[in-house]
């Protein structure tokens, strides 16, 4: 299991503070950041927490996975590494 989590459908306004705040609460941050379209700046609605143990992970998916962030639910999943790009 990685320390990395992908948290989707967030809502447009919130930010890379906001989302390492609510994951604060169940175990140590060591990143989070919000992913921002290249050509407009606004929020493409997801991101990434890394946090700085698996049990952390475990336990943020069960807590946070579904739970209200700025009125939206947000699903909360192990991050997969991204694929590879045909050349």
Do not use: C, H, W
């Amino acid at each position: 299991m990685a320390t990395k989590l992908f948290v989707g459908n967030l809502d447009y306004t919130v930010t890379s503070d906001d989302l390492k705040a609510a994951f604060a609460g169940v175990g140590t941050v060591v990143d989070a950041v919000v992913i921002s379209d290249k050509m407009t700046g606004r929020s493409r609605g997801f991101g990434f927490v890394e946090m700085s143990s698996e049990a952390e992970v475990k336990d943020a998916i069960e807590k946070l996975n579904g739970s209200d962030l700025k009125g939206r639910k947000i699903n909360v999943n192990e991050a997969r590494p991204p694929r590879e790009t045909q050349a």
